[in-house]
């Protein structure tokens, strides 16, 4: 079977799928899957397009997350080939969130793209050192490879100047400090599969809701973005599962000098200790959050509730309107509690839902008086970087 490997390495999980090229590029997976857990206990889950399922414990002597998502990218190429003797790996697609201001398309990554691509691990640390050790360990195991990088960022270089440009000394914008915005691969493949969802009007003020671990939202014309709520690095904007969103940064100037706090402590706090799992004391995890009667869970719920909402607004603002409301990602794919309380806190923008459709996570969930159509696409980032794969290199 020839077929692309696409990757997309998290910093605890490492999702894959294989696609099959037999003449065109297939729309599903022949195989796809992930190691979640790097970092502790790693497991390799599985899943075949005839959905048959199977996972296993990685093997690794190392308790270091390099070491473990070394291991994990080893064993899951040992599993691929064991499972499949006919399989003809022709190229590497990953996706890499940070491209900075220079890569606004999908690129192959030689040597020097990818010593470029260092130089932006600080800007996105809880992502783009997993995205490039992918890289290298595809490299390492299949020597020769061609192998493509896709940007979370590249999307988002649509927007205009203004949007990108935070109230900074020009010498810091004209340096690259700016906003970037992320979760672009999600946002590409659902604007392009919004036409089918709502007509006509995916080409009007539409904002896509990406509510997964990491969330974000974006404002599309013409589908293409105008405004993000991520920024700089992939913790501004919404209130996440262990990142803050948004935050006074008065707030970090007085943790530094009142409370001893370094930048080693902050990246901690603002990255891993805080939004749904710092507010709710219990979990990171919507599911978790959902199924629980605790009033700490109820408490971090509304507040991601309410920090989409108040976004809304704001991007609204920026595409000049709403005729379409998108929600994806898995908490937006499959919290009808969540999409509910955003909804109801939008009707002031026309928002209206149909409470059974939300309920059955159907495609649309406007109800008959809504100004404003309201979609659940669910995303398909992978797919996505193969077809951008498949281009780059002119497979077919
Ligand atoms: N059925 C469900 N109901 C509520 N939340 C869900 C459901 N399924 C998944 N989620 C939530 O989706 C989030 C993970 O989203 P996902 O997009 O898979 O994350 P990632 O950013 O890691 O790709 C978790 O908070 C999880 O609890
Ligand atoms: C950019 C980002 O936040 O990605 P993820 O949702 O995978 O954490
Ligand atoms: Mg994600």
Redesign the pocket.
Known sequence: MKAVLILNA?SS?LKFALYPLDGELASHPAISGQVEGIGATPELTTRTADGHKSSEPVLTSSDQLEQQHRDSLAHLFRWLTANNPDLDIVAAGHRVVHGGERYSAPVELTPQVLAELERFVPLAPLHQPHNLRAVHAVAGLMPGIRQIGCFDTAFHRTQPVLAQTYALPRAMTAAGIKRYGFHGLSYDYVARALPGVVGERAHGAVVICHL???SSACALREGRSVASTMGFTAVEGLMM?TRTGSLDPGVMLYLMEQKGMDARALTKLLYKESGLLGVSGISH???TL?ASDAPEAREAVDLYCYRIARELGSLAAAAGGLDVLVFT???GE??AQVRQKVAEQSAWLGVRIDLAANAADASRIDGEESRVAVAVVPTNEELMIARYTVERLQLL
Do not use: K
């Open positions: 998290g999980s997964g671990n990491g599962g995890d919507m599911r959902l990602g898995g908490i499959h919290a």
